[in-house]
């Protein structure tokens, strides 16, 4: 990984944090996405000072806001030319049903419109700097849901369900995911996506009702270490070259949900998400 440059969403803490420290001791300049200027801070010291290494950067946006998305793309491309590595790590579980300044859900709109958004305005990076990765972090989660419901992704036509909208988020990332890899076929840019396990991470934390899942997750859940194995493997093993389109957990291939298959479906919701960014696809 040396002389590699990669990005890491929602690095401050749990899964991202871990994923950011091992491609520092990797050899590879990090470049930490966070919301929290504070947190991100204070997760980029601890990690110099683990790894003692100085290849790592902080960089600031709130996936709630696609404003702050464009403005972060800006900024990167200001600042590198090249990203050979890009981990959409970053994840919300919101117990009341909210909607961002664009007016969408907020769970739709940071887990799955976060992980849209960013990609497709750093694919021109990512394809000059081929042979480069892309790894989307989902979840197991993705197997609750039977059926799509992508028409009132904003939670209009029923009633909001805090987990639900997660499982559903986590499903997107797999079927945008799956379709990226095809449109993205002979341009040397892979595409995966991966369940990390039940980790004992801070997600939810801010949700009482999650909050009681917490001794449960001390007990079964694995250490953020351990969640971010898959996350390193996808992103740096000489195995995973070429590899593109697959899902994997414990660095194995797995089969998600059979509702990730449904080509109708993956095209509704690109275009969908197409429409709500105002981006184009241009590779």
């Known amino acids: 990984m040396k002389n590699k440059i ?6 401050n803490a749990g899964i991202g944090k871990a994923t950011a420290l091992k491609l520092a001791e ?39 806001s696609l404003k702050s998305i464009n403005n972060f793309v800006k900024e990167f491309k200001n600042k590198y030319q090249r990203l050979d590595v890009l981990i959409n790590n970053h994840g ?41 990765r892309i790894v989307n972090v989902s979840s197991s989660a993705n197997y609750r849901i039977r059926k799509l419901e992508i028409d009132d992704y904003n939670c209009d036509k029923r009633n909001y369900q ?6 559903e988020s986590k499903l997107y990332n797999i079927m945008f995911s799956f379709l990226l890899a095809e449109k993205l076929q002979g341009t040397n840019i892979t595409v995966n996506c991966l369940h990390p396990g039940f980790v004992k991470t801070q997600i939810g934390l801010n949700n009482f009702f999650l909050k009681l899942l917490t001794p449960l997750a001390k007990y079964k859940g694995v250490t953020p270490d351990e969640g971010a194995r898959t996350s ?4 740096t093993s000489p195995e995973m070259e070429g590899v593109t389109s697959k899902y994997y957990h414990k660095m194995k291939e797995r089969d998600p949900n059979k509702l990730a298959f449904d080509k109708e479906a993956q095209k509704k919701l690109w275009n969908l998400s197409l429409k709500l960014t105002n981006l184009q696809f241009n590779i």
């Open 162 to 167: 805090f987990m639900k909208a997660y499982q």
């Open 92 to 132: 919300l579980v919101s117990l009341i049903k909210s909607k961002t300044e664009e007016k969408i859900e907020t769970t739709f709109a940071v887990n799955h419109l976060g992980y849209f958004s960013l990609t497709l305005q750093l694919l021109d990076v990512l394809k000059a700097s081929a042979p480069s």
């Open 6 to 11: 990669a990005i890491v969403t929602g690095a």
């Open 26 to 64: 990797m050899g590879a300049h990090v470049v930490m996405v966070c919301r929290n200027k504070k947190r991100g801070e204070k997760a980029l010291l601890e990690i110099q000072e683990i790894a003692n290494k100085k290849n790592l950067d902080l960089m600031l946006c709130d996936f709630a």
């Open 232 to 235: 390193i493997y996808l992103a």
